[in-house]
């Protein structure tokens, strides 16, 4: 190799290296943005990852404290995803409330029952990854039904008693003269023993019948009220003074635990009335040696009375028809006591609820106000 092809080589050499050199750098330069980059992107997700968590956390926090029941339910019947609410009714109804909510699986809203207890479920669908199914948002609203029904009932009372009145009005009057003529005749006849029993019997139907107007007056009446505190011994005390034969005919067994110093804020004679239609119907209901037993207590709110029987009891059919006035199983009654019970309760502004088994016992729960 002579002089001229070494120097070249030399100089090849060194753009080589001066290539290398400069590459080198770039790539050195590349990979310290690459790095940078590689670092933002780190962070950027670590950012993210952390939205995400909170994210899901608020998500979570929200699901579990609402108060309505939220469940995702797979095609194979899987729960995905629940809150706390679902897990309080799964634990109440069992197996029965999931059967009842997967009967569901059209988009909407609707109603359901399990015992005595009303729910509303609004049901979606879900996709996720390759889950598919069903999300329900379910809803307790058997106290909205009940006061949608104390609506109903309140309306109804009210439209029976316009035409209860009208019907009372226009029988009191030929009734009077009636009773007018049937008094004079009986006069007239005091003498013949025969005929003055059919008169006294015709006294009597039209004795019932006023009897059976002045509880249909009662009740369409507009009850205006006396109140004062009263002890509730005293009320109850009267009542039993009044009932004692009919409980002592059928020895019956009267429970009374009212305490002594037990007070209501009450118009007394309504009262009275109340305790005497509740009482009446429980002396009614029981065999003889049946128990009616009578007590109170003070919840937060409230004065609670409970008047309660082992008798026949009332079926749920019935009870929803109770306070409405002439439902009556007996062929003597009018129908009309429980109805002034509820009208009387309510112009106190308190409440009357009824639980019974249908077969074995009745209660009836008073709730007054304080005040
Ligand atoms: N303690 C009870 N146990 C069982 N059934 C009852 C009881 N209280 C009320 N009932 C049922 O409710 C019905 C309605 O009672 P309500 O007092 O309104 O009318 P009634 O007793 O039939 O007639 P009246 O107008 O003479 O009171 C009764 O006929 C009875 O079937
Ligand atoms: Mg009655």
Redesign the pocket.
Known sequence: MDRKDKKSELELLSEAFNVFNTATEKLQDSYQKLKEETEKLRREIEEKNKQLEETSSLLSSVLMSTQSAIVAISKDREIILSNKKFEYFYCKYKDEFINKICEYRENGSYEFEIGKSTFRVHVGNFKHSDVEGWTYSIEDITHLKELEEEHRRDEHLKSMGVMAANIAHEIRNPLGSIELFASLLARDLKNDKEKRVLIDSVLKGVKSINNTIS?ILLFTKEVTLSKKEYYLADIVDDVVLYLRHLMNDKKIKFINKIDDDFKIYCDSELMKQVFM?LI???I??VDANGEIRIYCKQEEKFDVIVVE?N????DEE?IKK?FIPF????TK???????IVYKIIKAHSGNIYVESDGQSF?RFIIKLGRC
């Not at 439902?327 to 007996?330: L, N, Q």
């Open positions: 509880n239609n009446h119907n429980a009614d209901a029987d008798g026949c009891g009332i019935f109770i439902h009556t199983s007996k009654g009018t129908g009309l006591g429980l109805s009745t």
